[in-house]
């Protein structure tokens, strides 16, 4: 099969049998998806046939059988790059029917584009590439995945078994460099273990805390004949993740929701993985709890309904900041207090008391104190505490707290049209919710790469479904978005798939123009472009003395005419009153494109709590009860004249409002 061949056999599989944001893809002959009412420990269950494949029983190559074990877990889609230790396996996927392969540019972008396909999916997301500096390669996307919880399976070819540790061509300790970034790992040493491997390789990946796992497979084996015993079951004792909660913690908690006068759902990205959205909203609805989100639960709870907050933490809003931390009840649900959430620690929530639900009890008072620690599958769990709380007749008690955030939100919005800021440049927030308001939320997946964009991304662009929205979290990946979103708009084919880039960010892995353009991934990215890597330039502005050392972009390439080199179309958009058309022609667009948006480097990101303040304190929040204008601003900046009140034409010098 040829590259362009396969992608359209994927297309194709992964229409016919999948729901985008519920990983029950299927090609034909295999297995039926698991009913939606299935538990959350169905979820180590292969997709595929697993011992029922036709191949079981057969004599073949230890390559043969890796590819034979893909087949029988249910995997149409591989991401990759060959080489020399790994040239067995290609050679075997040669032959394969049911696995498409996308060729990437490069093994760091494969990787990207497996979890890409995982996060937008639920699938576990596959890549394939060499030893030496192929798997080295890999080591980010790993990362990347690994702090962010989602499942990949990572196979590296590696030398033959008795040259391993001499150093030999293309060698590389691949197992112990990743070991700090997997979930599991694997040196295949026997084709006797080769197939219970890849069993327990894709159970781990996804059940408990979902995470990458690595196989390395030595070349000479793959050429090691076996018969194809694939096993249905796993039989792991050291690793059992906990789906129940403890019943008597769960009636505890109820118990405290009941009582509570201000309490907050914090809601995380484990809420997307265990696929409890909806249990999420019940709770929130029946006790009238408003709700903020990290970055990675951004999708869990709609973003229209009235007791979403949104985003929280270091670029949240200030009325979202200000209800964890005058809530007197914390409901973590999927969420692991990130520093990039909690601020300086010691100030965070000093009121509240932590209600801690997660899968992984590693989490679970590792950085906040949880008074009714919960360890459990959130679907569960949640559902749980509703039914709990109904039998109980609770009511809730939330209406003067509802009250309060209501008035935070209408005082301290994201942005006003009263603010003048540069008015004849395109304004980022303005630009990001026209984009917003021309995709559909029920048909289309963000994506982003990692900087200024990405927040404004997350403050502005709306998300109505999990698994709509993804970007890189834990790690901050520059270089993730873009693969990540050729990945999702492969597994989601019935979804329109943006990528919200910085120009520095694009260029970390812009080579997978080239795999977009040959498999014609009709993936959209529109590129905020500043000329210069925006965050750091930010806090180098705000914080540094406007030293601007080593961030300016000037070099840039002329991006359409990059698009241009590798058969994509693009445009450049500069003005304000072009922007809107300019999306609308992005999104219309047949196959892959490029739309280049011009802002100033002056754009900053706001509101924003600085590096080791408490999460109260804002800067450069919009409060229209002093005129619409960003109070709280370093001196340098209000002097700027960028703080300006458009009716009243006052500034502000960093005064405390």
Request: net charge negative; aromatic share 6%.
């Amino acid at each position: 099969m040829t590259d362009d061949t396969k992608h359209s056999a994927a297309a194709q599989a992964t229409a016919d049998g999948q729901a985008c944001e519920g990983g029950t893809s299927t090609t034909k002959g295999q297995q039926a998806a698991r009913p939606a009412g299935a538990t959350a420990a169905a979820a180590g269950a292969s997709r595929g046939l697993g011992s029922k494949t036709e191949k079981q029983g057969r004599r073949m190559t230890g390559a043969e059988a890796v590819v034979a074990s893909l087949e029988a877990e249910g995997v149409d889609l591989l991401f990759g790059y060959p080489g020399g230790q790994a040239i067995k396996m290609y050679d075997a996927l040669f032959d394969s029917k049911q696995i498409a392969h996308v060729l990437s540019r490069h093994e760091q972008a494969a990787v990207h584009e497996a979890d890409g396909y995982a996060r937008a999916t639920g699938n576990v997301g596959v890549a394939l590439v060499t030893s030496g500096p192929g798997a080295t390669n890999t080591v980010t996307g790993i990362a990347t995945a690994f702090m962010d919880s989602v499942p990949l399976v990572v196979i590296t070819g590696q030398v033959p078994r008795g040259v391993i540790g001499t150093d030999s061509f293309q060698e590389s300790d691949i197992v112990g460099i990743t070991m700090p970034v997997v979930k599991h790992s694997y040196l295949l040493q026997t084709t006797e273990e080769l197939t219970r491997t890849f069993r327990e390789a894709f159970y781990i990946a996804k059940t408990g805390r979902p995470g990458p796992v690595l196989i390395d497979v030595p070349s000479d084996l793959a050429s090691e004949m076996l018969v194809f015993e694939y096993p249905d079951e796993v039989s792991l004792p050291s690793y059992r993740p906990t789906y129940r909660g403890n019943a008597k913690q769960v009636r505890q908690a109820a118990a405290r929701i009941a009582q509570a006068e201000r309490p907050v759902l914090y809601a995380g990205g484990g809420l997307v993985s265990s696929g409890a959205s909806g249990e999420l909203r019940a709770l929130a609805e029946h006790m009238q709890i408003p709700v903020v989100t990290t970055l990675m639960g951004k999708g869990a709870f709609p973003d229209s309904h009235p007791l979403n907050l949104g985003l929280v933490g270091m670029h949240g809003s200030k009325y979202a900041n200000l209800a964890l931390t005058e809530s007197d009840l914390i409901i973590a649900a999927g969420a692991r207090f990130s520093d990039r959430v909690t601020g300086r620690l010691d100030q965070f929530a000093p009121h509240a008391d932590v209600i801690h639900i997660d899968i992984d009890p590693a989490e679970i008072g590792k950085v906040r104190a949880a008074q009714i620690p919960i360890v459990g599958d959130l679907k569960g769990v949640l559902d749980g505490i509703v039914s709990t709380l109904r039998k109980e007749g609770a009511e809730p008690e939330t209406a003067a707290w509802m009250d309060q955030v209501a008035e935070w939100r209408r005082r301290y919005p994201y942005y006003h049209p009263d603010l003048s800021e540069q008015p004849d440049d395109i304004v980022p927030e303005i630009a990001l919710e026209q984009l917003s308001a021309l995709l559909d939320p029920e048909k289309s997946v963000v994506v982003t790469e990692v900087g200024q964009h990405q927040m404004w991304a997350a403050q502005h662009i709306s998300r109505e479904r999990p698994r709509s929205f993804v970007s890189s979290g834990g790690l901050g990946t520059m270089g993730f978005g873009f693969p990540a979103a050729i990945g999702a708009a492969i597994g989601c084919p019935d979804k329109t798939v943006v990528c919200v880039a910085g120009d520095g960010s694009f260029q970390m892995n812009s080579q997978e123009m080239a795999t977009a353009g040959i498999h014609n991934v009709p993936v959209k990215v529109l590129i905020m472009d500043n000329r210069c890597l925006g965050m750091v330039r930010q806090w180098q502005r705000l914080f540094y003395d406007e030293r601007y050392s080593s961030t300016l972009l000037d070099a840039n390439p002329d991006f359409v005419k990059l698009a241009d080199a590798y058969g994509w179309q693009a445009a450049r958009v500069d003005r304000p009153e072009d922007f809107e058309a300019a999306v609308e022609h992005m999104l219309a667009a047949e196959g892959p494109y490029l739309l280049d948006v011009v802002i100033s480097r002056d754009q900053n990101v706001y509101p924003m709590v600085a590096p080791g303040a408490g999460l109260s304190d804002v800067i450069g929040a919009i409060d229209v009860a002093v005129g619409a204008v960003r109070t709280d601003t370093p001196a340098s900046e209000a002097s700027r004249g960028q703080d300006i009140d458009a009716r009243s034409g006052a500034s502000v010098r960093g005064e405390r409002q």
